[in-house]
């Protein structure tokens, strides 16, 4: 049998960890604050490149940490330059499927937390309906 690994930057910059905080919840994902690895195969096979400024020493390393429920692997949240960024091993079939095609999920989730902090800020009163396609906001002053 032959095992690979297929560590994968989900392409999403995390600058409200609060948003993602909330978009894990909304998804009843579990955030695991200050948890410093994260789960993943444990070994780079270099059977595809690695993430955009990534190294191999620092893959399975992370400054927080995402679990699914169902899921063996976990994602790692790396904070790089203020900025933080999902890392995580495709090669598990439950966890593609809970965070959609190129994460899709996981990123309409935090979208949708970022527009619904920034529109609290500003005053907007918010209306959330769940769409044939995804989710409308609705903001009304």
């Known amino acids: 049998m032959i095992k690979i690994s297929h560590i994968a930057k989900i392409e999403l910059e995390i600058k409200l960890l609060d948003a993602l905080i909330a978009a ?74 809970a965070i959609g095609k190129n994460a899709g999920i996981i990123k309409q989730a935090y979208t949708t937390e970022v527009v619904r902090h920034d529109a609290k800020i500003k005053g907007y009163r918010i209306t959330e309906k769940q769409t044939e396609k995804g989710i409308r906001l609705i903001l009304q002053k």
């Not at 998804?27 to 400024?53: A, C, H, I, S």
Request: overall charge positive; hydrophobic content about 30%; aromatic content about 14%.
């Open 24 to 97: 894990c919840n909304r998804l009843g994902f579990e955030f695991v604050k200050n948890q410093k690895t994260y789960e993943w195969y444990g070994r780079y096979m270099r059977d595809t490149p690695l993430p955009e400024g990534i190294t191999e020493n620092q893959l399975g390393k992370c400054d927080h940490a995402i679990k699914v429920p169902g899921c063996s692997y976990e994602i790692g949240i790396v904070k790089r330059n203020n900025n933080y960024h999902l890392l995580w091993d495709s090669w598990e079939s439950q966890l593609r499927l």
